[in-house]
């Protein structure tokens, strides 16, 4: 079985940077096509800033060997044919990932497998036609993937087991988080909890029960403070005294109130969208999200450098 070495990333905007930053960190050469005009410029100044603001964090070495290790090619078959991994990460639309992947399956090394960065739709969607399908699937990360290490694996039906698997610990390898799912669903694990709780948190919103600034700050100073380090079953688990079954026992019949009052027209009104993008540009200009973006990389930093110090 080769060893994973040689990383190719196909399509480079702000998650597939990320995983550059990833595999290169973690001591893999990195191979980067993107299709736009100029992109090594562009992209390459904008990883510079990354790893730069990586290593101002601590969560990075030396910075030039990381940047070393990534380098462009000029056609996505340069990019391929060398590789033992591909993360594709283009376009999320189903006609785009189709025409990537069958590009990228005419191309692709006997060995090499192929993960797609796509956030929701199903790997199936756009592999059927591929040559090599039993190495594809879908490796989704959470954006930015080079500061949140949560990865899911998803397989299509015609995923090889050992490919996966295979996979899972090269995740584990380069320092992510990995979820492996039994098959597909859309949206997976991670969208779904939060298709959930965005839900409801819209529900709220357009009842009027409360303002957005204050459905963000419960999350924010309440359920995230626990979220941040334990999941919802351990964070039940020790919320009652003989745990998990006792506390379902107790406050099971209130939560299944809660379920009885959603009704399936409860969803993103476009007036509680409209009001609550209202409230949100009064906190915060469209002319200053990226400031703000870059402010929450940086408390990423601060969560990650203080989870690594328990960790030790």
């Known amino acids: ?36 005009e100029n992109a090594e410029a562009v992209i ?20 030039s060997l990381v940047l070393s290790r990534i380098r462009f090619a000029r056609s996505l078959s340069e990019a391929v044919s060398g590789c033992d991994y591909v993360q594709e990460s283009a376009f999320e639309r189903i006609d785009v990932k189709r ?8 191309v692709l090394p006997a060995h090499a497998i192929v993960g797609s960065s796509t956030s929701g739709f199903p790997g199936s969607a756009f592999y059927e036609e591929c040559g090599n399908r039993e190495r594809l699937m879908v490796v989704h990360p959470v954006n930015p993937p080079h500061l949140v290490p949560l990865v899911e694996i998803v397989p ?20 992510q988080s990995a979820v492996s799912l039994s098959r597909e669903i859309p949206g997976f694990v991670l969208n779904r909890l939060q298709g959930a709780l965005l839900d409801e948190a819209f529900a709220l919103f357009a009842e ?27 964070t039940i688990d020790l919320n009652a005294p003989k745990g998990l079954a006792d506390y379902a026992e107790r406050l099971g019949p209130m939560y299944a109130g809660f379920a009885d009052q959603r009704r399936a027209d409860r969803g993103w009104a476009p007036d509680a969208v409209t009001r609550a993008d209202a409230e949100r540009r009064e906190l915060l200009a469209e002319q200053d999200l990226d400031a703000r973006r870059s402010w929450r990389d940086e408390m990423l930093m601060r969560i990650v450098r203080a989870k690594q110090a328990v960790a030790d």
């Open 1 to 36: 079985m080769n060893a994973i070495r040689n990383v190719a990333i196909v399509g480079a905007g702000l998650v597939g940077q990320g995983w550059a930053i990833v595999f290169a960190r973690a001591g893999m050469d990195v191979t980067v096509y993107d299709a736009r």
């Open 44 to 63: 390459g100044a904008q990883i510079d800033k990354a790893v730069g603001d990586l290593a101002a964090g601590g969560l990075c070495g030396d910075v």
């Open 99 to 106: 025409e990537v992947s069958l590009a990228i399956d005419a």
């Open 156 to 175: 299509t039906p015609w995923t090889a087991p050992q490919a996966a698997s295979r996979v899972r610990r090269l995740m584990e390898d380069v320092g």
């Open 208 to 234: 009027g029960y409360a303002t957005a600034e204050d459905i963000d700050r419960t999350v924010r100073d309440g359920l995230g403070l626990r979220w941040s380090f334990m999941g919802p079953f351990e």
